[in-house]
């Protein structure tokens, strides 16, 4: 039967959504419509979209999407759904800010690789989703359009640095949504928005443009959903080789999607908690996440604590030296812009441009080494488990108009960065990661996600374990803000 009103079919999986479009039960214009009557309501408060197109604008493409399907037409599975796209990525027309007031009148001339395959695909581009300046820092605000509260409670941060994305799908703005990941930016805000968030393996969604594609692949871009299979669709849609991008993987002949009745039975999984204390951890963060591995373990898993047997000082410092390495340029590039100046730029930003100044090379090779050893070294644990188990992040939301932690569990944090350790360990190695919702911290409001991590290009492995858990806990799942 078709929906009755516009908030159900606002309620509605991407996939679900897709089925009732093709099945012609709802009209593309219709669904159209229903969004954006909610974007309007919502996103006033909510911040999570920005850059929006005119609504007569998209009620034209909706339109010209539901003439083709009248032909008997359909350009795939996003046919005519909503979508807005994160701002680190170009959308021909569009402006692409990285919240940046340097960029702010940066309009892309075309469309980011993963971008195109998503329109080909049938969806409809509203606008983009927020994000924090230069996508730095796991907190979503910056000087162009301003914070992102979270979705469950307006007072704290949504995370970042997909936080824009993760805040409109658990706000039922958008279907299904797209991210990006370096530091944990599609794990971390997913799992304090309670939803699903994964990062692909390295070379899994090829980055184009970019300006060099051989050693910038700690960031990846990736998908975001309410579900897993909405997750995996979209994975399906993003994923695949182009010849620009050498490192990227060939595509996985069987695809992404977990079958529905996916079961956690004989599955090993080592709980990695806090490190061994390395971690500093808000009080409560370890005992959700524990609770959510019991929940596996009732449905056949085997979950056992586990060492992760290796110099996770030397992995944080080696870290380091990329990270910076990475970042460096692209500040580097925007202060370079006619009229820009230091002013104009967060202080964590220009902290990593300035710590990259007389990078050594030899020290990087060494760093690069170390990331090497540490990848090999996980090979050996997945002798023995199919997945490695963190939480996504140390602490619980924290209060909006505070830039970062200074201090967890007591612990003084030495970078901008250093509460978010805990997601660095999926990104060093490549390997794929997501988060699963684990359940609230005793207040109610705050979400907590669980990290699973899977082997190299296990991402399909992955996402089938990952459906195993949702289908253990559909009562935690259907909570909405």
Same mark, same amino acid.
């Given at each position: 039967?078709?929906? &009755?009103?516009?908030?159900a079919?606002?309620?509605?999986?991407?996939?679900?959504?897709? *089925?009732?479009?093709h099945?012609?039960?709802?009209?593309?214009? %219709?669904?159209?419509?229903?969004?954006l009557?909610?974007?309007? $309501?919502?996103?006033?408060?909510?911040?999570?979209?920005?850059?929006?197109?005119?609504?007569?604008?998209?009620?034209?493409?909706?339109?010209?999407?539901?003439?083709?399907?009248a032909?008997?037409?359909? @350009?795939g599975?996003?046919? !005519?759904?909503?979508q807005?796209i994160?701002?680190?990525?170009?959308?021909?027309?569009?402006?692409?800010?990285?919240g940046?007031?340097?960029?702010?009148?940066? &309009?892309?001339?075309g469309?980011?690789?993963?971008?195109?395959?998503?329109?080909?695909?049938?969806?409809?581009?509203?606008?983009?989703?927020?994000?924090? %300046?230069?996508?730095?820092?796991?907190?979503?605000?910056?000087?162009?359009?301003?914070?992102?509260?979270?979705?469950?409670?307006?007072?704290?941060?949504?995370?970042?640095?997909?936080?824009?994305?993760?805040?409109?799908?658990?706000?039922?703005?958008?279907?299904?949504?797209?991210?990006?990941?370096?530091?944990?930016?599609?794990?971390?805000?997913?799992?304090?928005?309670?939803?699903f968030?994964l990062?692909?393996?390295?070379?899994?969604?090829?980055?184009?443009?970019?300006? %060099?594609?051989?050693?910038?692949?700690?960031?990846?871009d990736?998908?975001?959903?309410?579900?897993?299979?909405?997750?995996?669709?979209?994975?399906?849609?993003?994923a695949?080789?182009?010849?620009r991008?050498?490192?990227?993987l060939?595509?996985?002949?069987?695809?992404?999607?977990?079958?529905?009745?996916?079961?956690?039975?004989?599955?090993?999984?080592?709980w990695?908690?806090?490190?061994?204390?390395?971690?500093?951890?808000?009080d409560?963060?370890?005992?959700?996440?524990?609770q $959510?591995? @019991?929940r596996?373990?009732?449905?056949g898993?085997?979950?056992?604590? *586990?060492?992760?047997?290796f110099?996770?000082?030397?992995?944080?410092?080696?870290?380091?030296?990329?990270?910076?390495?990475?970042?460096?340029?692209?500040?580097?590039?925007?202060?370079?812009?006619p009229?820009?100046?230091r002013?104009?730029?967060k202080? %964590?930003?220009?902290?990593?441009?300035?710590? $990259?100044?007389?990078?050594?090379?030899?020290?990087?090779?060494?760093?690069a @080494?170390v990331?090497?050893?540490?990848?090999?070294?996980?090979?050996?644990?997945f002798?023995?488990?199919?997945?490695? *188990?963190?939480?996504?992040?140390? /602490?619980?939301?924290?209060?909006?108009?505070?830039?970062?932690p200074?201090?967890v569990?007591?612990? *003084?944090?030495?970078?901008?960065?250093?509460?978010? =350790?805990?997601?660095?360990?999926?990104?060093?190695?490549?390997l794929?990661?997501?988060?699963?919702?684990? !359940?609230?911290?005793h207040?109610?409001?705050?979400?907590?996600?669980?990290?699973?991590?899977?082997?190299?290009?296990?991402?399909? $492995?992955l996402?089938?374990?990952?459906?195993?858990? =949702?289908?253990? /806990?559909?009562a935690?799942?259907?909570?909405?803000?």
């Amino acid at each position: 039967m078709p929906p &009755t009103d516009t908030t159900a079919l606002t309620d509605l999986d991407a996939h679900a959504l897709s *089925a009732l479009i093709h099945s012609r039960q709802a009209s593309c214009r %219709e669904v159209m419509q229903a969004y954006l009557a909610r974007i309007h $309501a919502l996103n006033p408060a909510a911040n999570a979209l920005v850059s929006l197109r005119p609504d007569d604008a998209l009620l034209r493409e909706a339109d010209e999407r539901d003439a083709q399907l009248a032909r008997g037409q359909s @350009q795939g599975w996003l046919h !005519g759904i909503p979508q807005a796209i994160k701002d680190t990525a170009q959308v021909q027309g569009l402006p692409t800010t990285y919240g940046s007031p340097l960029l702010r009148a940066a &309009t892309a001339a075309g469309d980011s690789l993963y971008v195109a395959r998503m329109k080909a695909a049938g969806a409809i581009v509203i606008g983009k989703s927020n994000m924090p %300046e230069f996508g730095l820092g796991s907190h979503t605000y910056n000087p162009l359009f301003g914070p992102t509260p979270n979705a469950w409670d307006t007072t704290v941060t949504a995370g970042g640095s997909s936080g824009g994305a993760a805040v409109a799908l658990a706000l039922r703005l958008l279907p299904v949504a797209d991210g990006s990941d370096f530091m944990g930016s599609l794990r971390n805000p997913a799992g304090w928005n309670h939803v699903f968030g994964l990062r692909p393996s390295q070379g899994r969604v090829p980055g184009w443009p970019r300006p %060099e594609v051989f050693v910038s692949q700690l960031a990846t871009d990736g998908p975001m959903a309410r579900s897993v299979r909405d997750l995996a669709l979209l994975l399906q849609t993003q994923a695949g080789p182009d010849p620009r991008v050498p490192l990227a993987l060939a595509a996985e002949p069987a695809g992404f999607v977990p079958p529905p009745d996916a079961r956690a039975k004989g599955l090993r999984i080592a709980w990695l908690g806090d490190l061994d204390g390395r971690l500093a951890m808000d009080d409560g963060v370890l005992a959700v996440c524990e609770q $959510a591995l @019991q929940r596996l373990q009732g449905g056949g898993a085997h979950v056992e604590p *586990a060492a992760l047997g290796f110099d996770a000082e030397a992995v944080w410092q080696a870290w380091l030296l990329w990270r910076r390495a990475l970042v460096a340029p692209a500040v580097a590039a925007a202060l370079a812009l006619p009229g820009a100046t230091r002013a104009q730029v967060k202080p %964590e930003a220009l902290w990593e441009l300035d710590q $990259a100044q007389g990078l050594d090379f030899n020290a990087f090779m060494h760093a690069a @080494q170390v990331r090497s050893a540490f990848h090999h070294h996980l090979l050996g644990l997945f002798e023995r488990y199919d997945l490695l *188990a963190l939480p996504t992040a140390q /602490v619980w939301p924290f209060a909006i108009g505070e830039t970062w932690p200074r201090h967890v569990a007591g612990r *003084a944090m030495q970078t901008y960065h250093q509460w978010m =350790e805990v997601t660095l360990y999926a990104t060093f190695a490549g390997l794929p990661a997501i988060s699963v919702p684990a !359940g609230f911290h005793h207040n109610g409001r705050w979400p907590m996600g669980l990290q699973l991590i899977g082997r190299p290009q296990g991402d399909a $492995a992955l996402l089938h374990a990952a459906q195993a858990y =949702e289908n253990l /806990v559909p009562a935690l799942i259907a909570r909405r803000p």
